[in-house]
């Protein structure tokens, strides 16, 4: 299984990109090959999905806000300098999928970075930072047949000790793709991480939840997770629906004994585990549990299905 969730066409490139302020061209938006590394290893970001709404007239970017909020606190985390608030940050968004003109689902990334080549061999605290916003198409999986088989790594997912695991940032994520390399060539598809204390934390970029007896359980935020939106967004409407909830800390023989396994995360939506460590969950396809999350999912982020407060709409012109 792979990602191309995130771009199709080829991986298509927007007309324009926002870059600190101003709406810059895709071929005029580049940095030094000098800077690159520096950079990487400094920056954190965002991942953000625009949903075409149901009407098919305007695009539903969904928890704009709290993304944003996100990132600043990353930066924060990371002690570098974010040089935009987050109302500036929220106007630059909606005015990029207004320029490119996207008419269908897309994927967008703001990304903070150090500005410029940096010659010490850490990069400093508070050095001034560049805010670049990219946008392309993706092409969903909600409401589709899929699963994916997952096994326990190895790898043990960073911990508070090491360095922010609450922090969105590039560097995290060499963590879980050492993870995912792994799995891979164990005949997985993707890898769940346990934390220090050797509890589930979660996957290589999506957390985790687990259905056992009617309950749907997954790790608590200080069992090394990335706060997610998404795990958010699914405790609420489960929990709305009437489905007990609960945020503990959950043992790997826990994941063996599920009913139902799934990842969240913006990029994979909801993603159904199929088998885990070569045992299959339930009956090996989506269970009800995760197909009732995947449909209120789907009907909020097209804007049919209530709580418009996590939706900010842009129309199209005509």
Not at 133 to 153: E, M, N, Q, Y
Request: aromatic share 8%; with cysteine.
């Amino acid at each position: 299984m792979s990602m191309d969730s995130l771009a199709t066409g080829g991986f298509e490139h927007p007309k324009w990109l926002w870059r600190d302020g101003a709406m810059v061209a895709w071929e005029q938006a580049t940095v030094h090959v000098n800077a690159v590394g520096h950079a990487s290893v400094a920056a954190v970001f965002e991942g953000i999905k625009a949903y075409l709404a149901d009407d098919g007239e305007r695009l539903l970017l969904f928890r704009l806000d709290d993304h944003l909020a996100r990132l600043a606190a990353s930066a924060r985390l990371c002690r570098i300098a974010m040089p935009y608030e987050v109302s500036e940050l929220r106007e630059a968004v909606v005015e990029l999928l207004r320029v490119n003109d996207w008419r269908q689902d897309t994927y967008l990334r703001p990304w903070v970075f150090p500005r410029g080549l940096i010659r010490e061999q850490m990069v400093p605290a508070d050095v001034p930072c560049e805010v670049v916003i990219d946008s392309w198409p993706f092409t969903t999986k909600l409401l589709r047949p899929r699963g994916c088989r997952a096994a326990v790594s190895t790898w043990l997912r960073v911990s508070e000790t090491s360095m922010p695991p609450r922090a969105k940032a590039f560097s995290n994520y060499h963590n879980g793709r050492l993870a995912m390399l792994e799995a891979r060539e164990n005949g997985h598809d993707w890898p769940i991480l346990l934390n220090d204390r050797h509890k589930v934390s979660e996957g290589p970029g999506a957390c985790i939840a687990m259905v056992r007896d009617g309950v749907v359980s997954t790790p608590s935020l200080t069992s090394g997770l990335l706060e997610s939106l998404t795990r958010a967004t699914a405790l609420t409407l489960l929990a709305e629906a009437g489905i007990a909830v609960e945020e503990r800390e959950i043992d790997r023989s826990e994941l063996q004994l599920a009913d139902e396994l799934f990842f969240l995360g913006t990029a994979w939506e909801v993603l159904p585990i199929t088998t885990i460590d070569g045992l299959r969950v339930g009956d090996g396809k989506m269970g009800p549990v995760a197909g009732l999350l995947e449909q209120r999912y789907s009907a909020i982020v097209r804007g049919t299905q209530g709580h418009d407060e996590w939706l900010t709409e842009v129309r199209f012109d005509s």
